[in-house]
């Protein structure tokens, strides 16, 4: 473990061997670094905040803070961030609500890029990617693999679907089911993330069944009844369709269509 001299560390603070912070930090109370992470210079660490393993937070990064709610009346509400994430210059990181759960969770392998700001309540999966400036207000949730790109911003309560992509300076306002890729002032759905797809392993046939997943979805005219029974039937010969599916029958603000 090292800890600079310059920063102050609240006794009640739980920080495991082989952690790194930098100077000028402050870490306050009821908060947990897991081993092997490492705390830049000038990063706060408000309170209530669990951290895994193997993270690094670089310079002026701040996390745990209180939320941005109005309706935030002091009650205890925590931030839980999962193992070998990256946060960069400048991110924002706000604990849950009562209202909201009390928890704001992220979970393992992410990148968040410089300035990103996850709000309160929300939940944040594995292996995704903010670029630069991108936010989520309160309540969002975002599957594993989804990119969101430079500026993106996402209304409350939306559920960005796995492996989807939210184009640089797109506003998302309704549900993104998950493959899709949305662009655009106003955001649509433009297609499937097929580079994102090939990249993660899936296989030819199963990209090209995606796309007819989506032409389905968006390109037949058909109602949101009409295409799901499309779906279902062509999940029982590939897989793939069915957390698009599911992401769909999740909705609760209405899908991107």
Known sequence: MSIDPSSRIDPSAVI????TIGPWCIVGPNVFIGAGSVVESHVVIRSHTRIGKNNRF???ASVGEDPSDKKFEGEEAWLEIGDNNVFREGVTLHRGTGFGGGLTKIGSDNLLMPYVHIAHDCI???????ANNAGLSGHVEVDDWAILGGYAGVNQFVKIGAHAMIGGVTHVGQDVPAYMLVSGQPAA??????????????????????RTAFKILYRRGLSLKEALEELRAMATRCPEVLPLIAS???????IQR
Do not use: H, M, P
């Open 16 to 19: 495991e061997e082989g952690v």
């Open 58 to 60: 670089f310079q002026f």
């Open 124 to 130: 944040v999966g594995n292996n995704t990617v903010f």
């Open 189 to 210: 759905v433009r297609s499937v993330n097929t580079v994102g797809l090939s990249r993660r392993g899936f296989s030819d046939d199963a990209i090209k069944d995606l």
């Open 248 to 254: 769909i029958e999740s909705s609760t603000k209405g």
